[in-house]
């Protein structure tokens, strides 16, 4: 039987993957986006720049022109595009998450094999440690951790779109680091926002919304949310919070929140990605995986999510989609049965 050459070209394009990743990570690592920025743009000049070996700059810059991550060649010298360009060192870079995903995340997923066959972590197999243990230790890790979160807020600037938060008490449940209670104050004036976090993350979240929002219309609050949530809010909102807990911890998530609302007009937003078991789409089924590699977590399916609402006594009122593959899940509490019925 002939080889088929189009299934060998598929299966090459996926297994070096991994190779693209790391050539990508070095040249970061090297500050290589910078240094072509600035007009540093020949194999020899980068290499000074670098004190990176000239001939391995030439052959990583060879792939990475043929990637689309530079433009140019060599001898007239490599030009940035808007790839390279979101990697330059500065705000909102996509930087600190290249290095975490070439180091900690790459070697996490060296134990892919292990993580998977035994549904836990990669990250604690590699390491010896859990995930958010070595993010505590290692404040490097901590801070390309931040930003790698960050660098995924892109969807928050339509979080007010799919939801009127006009009027309300808008309450976010693991607020990070404050930017999508900023972004969601800055769209609807007459809300107010409650700030719920662990205390460590108060200092930070408090800056960050004071300049952004000023002082008036956050109040900052610090604590377990399993223990309990700030109570008299009409929009609570957890955002990337679930992945990490088993069922029951969710469920009883949800039943803080409905237990914590203001009224029968309180909504329960849930922001975050699920995956689906037909017409898988590639990107949700990775962060599945990554949370494995990682917190040994999983993305829920929608149905997943809608069981555990319902147990808390909350039901679906809309789903609505945000950019990157992200969901916004509406929820209502569930009013009481008129008496006499079901
Ligand atoms: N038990 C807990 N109580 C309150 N906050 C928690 C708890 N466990 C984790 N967190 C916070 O949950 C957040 C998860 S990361 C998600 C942050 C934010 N909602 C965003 O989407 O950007 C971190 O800020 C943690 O400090």
């Not at 991994?18 to 990570?25: D, H, K, S, T």
């Not at 290499?47 to 700059?57: F, H, I, L, Q």
């Not at 070595?134 to 390309?144: I, K, S």
Request: contains cysteine.
């Amino acid at each position: 039987m002939a080889a088929d050459v189009e299934a060998t070209r598929d299966v090459i394009d996926i297994i070096t993957g991994g190779w693209r990743a790391q050539a990508l990570y070095t040249a970061v690592r090297l500050g290589i986006p910078d240094h072509v920025e600035a007009g540093c743009d020949t194999p020899a000049q980068l290499a000074r720049a670098t004190g990176a070996d000239e001939g391995g700059v030439r052959r990583l810059m060879r792939l990475l022109t043929a990637m689309g991550v530079f433009e140019g060649e060599g001898a007239s010298g490599y030009r940035g595009t808007r790839v390279s360009r979101a990697l330059l060192d500065g705000p909102h870079s996509l930087r600190d998450m290249c290095l975490l995903h070439g180091e900690d995340y790459y070697t996490a997923w060296g134990h892919a094999h292990h993580a998977i066959s035994t549904a836990s972590s990669g990250f604690e197999a590699a390491f010896g440690r859990p995930f958010y243990d070595h993010l505590g230790r290692d404040p490097v890790a901590a801070r390309r951790f931040q930003n790698t979160l960050n660098a995924g807020n892109m969807f928050f600037p339509q979080v007010p779109d799919v939801f009127d938060f006009s009027g309300r008490t808008v309450v976010d449940v693991g607020g990070g680091g404050g930017d999508l209670l900023a972004v969601i104050l800055g769209a609807a004036p007459k809300a107010e926002g409650v700030y719920f976090d662990r205390d460590h993350m108060l200092p930070a979240a408090r800056e960050h919304l004071e300049a952004a929002v000023g002082p008036d219309r956050v109040r900052l609050v610090g604590g377990d949310m399993f223990e309990g949530v700030p109570q008299g809010g009409d929009a609570y909102i957890l955002c990337r919070m679930l992945a990490r807990w088993d069922d029951d911890a969710v469920a009883a998530l949800f039943e803080g929140c409905r237990g914590a609302m203001a009224d029968a007009d309180s909504r329960l937003l849930v922001l975050d990605r699920f995956v689906e078991d037909e017409d898988p789409t590639v990107l949700p089924s990775l962060w599945d995986l990554h949370l494995l590699m990682t917190t040994g977590g999983a993305h829920r399916t929608l149905a997943g999510l809608t069981a555990l609402l319902e147990r808390a006594g909350l039901r679906v009122e809309r789903v609505a989609d945000l950019p990157m593959e992200t969901t916004a899940v509406i929820a209502a509490p569930r009013t009481p049965e008129p008496a006499g019925e079901g």
